[in-house]
């Protein structure tokens, strides 16, 4: 039985592998769309089953790994931004204040499904508009969520954290890994 990681992403891929080294990486073309009425809070962990329901269909036996993370102030998801003036306007938003950053993770094999989610408060600290435009300026915010990575020049914005700061960078690695475990002994 494998481990599959239905991501392309390779932050998920690098923590995965503080869990594991024995897995392989799926990209998931399931597209991401909310139903209408889902709350910001639900949606992380919505997209994760989607993404793992959608490599569990090629991979029936084995453990398939989907995680999708969010970031959401005001009650309103900031996706990856996708241009410099809507990764701007996100900054903006989150200049000076707090907001939370969701990841959902769903866990299949066969018939078996077990889903969680994790959220971390991030808070930034004000931020000018060179602030901005300079952290615009390395490219690195455009495929994350929110229009930063705090894992790279985007820590640089971050004040403080309350939470898993893996989780942040897209995997809650110490949750995942007790899920992982859990599941396993359940199958």
């Known amino acids: 039985m494998k481990i599959i990681l239905a991501s392309a992403s390779p932050r998920r891929k690098e923590l995965l592998s503080l869990i594991t080294n024995d897995f392989i990486v799926e990209k998931s073309d399931a597209e991401e769309i909310l139903p209408v009425g889902i709350s910001p809070s ?17 991979f029936p036996n084995d453990i398939v790994i989907g995680c999708d993370t969010t970031v959401i102030i005001d009650n309103k998801i900031l996706g990856k931004p996708q241009s410099d003036k809507q990764c701007s306007e996100y900054l903006r938003l989150l200049s000076g204040r707090t907001h939370q950053v969701i990841t959902g993770c769903c866990i299949m094999c066969n018939a078996a499904k077990t889903s969680f989610s994790v959220v971390t408060d991030v808070t930034f600290r004000k931020l000018s508009d060179d602030d901005i435009s300079s952290y615009i300026a390395t490219g690195e915010p455009f495929d994350k969520a929110g229009g930063y990575g705090i894992q790279g020049k985007g820590s ?7 939470g898993d700061y893996f989780n942040v960078v897209g995997l809650p690695v110490s949750r995942l890994n007790i899920e992982i475990n859990k599941f396993k002994e359940n199958l």
Not at 43 to 50: C, D
Not at 156 to 161: A, R, S, Y
Request: glycine fraction near 0%.
């Open 42 to 58: 639900e949606a992380s962990e919505y997209l994760a089953a989607l993404k793992a329901s959608d490599i569990s269909v090629k």
């Open 156 to 162: 640089l914005l971050v004040e403080k954290i309350n």
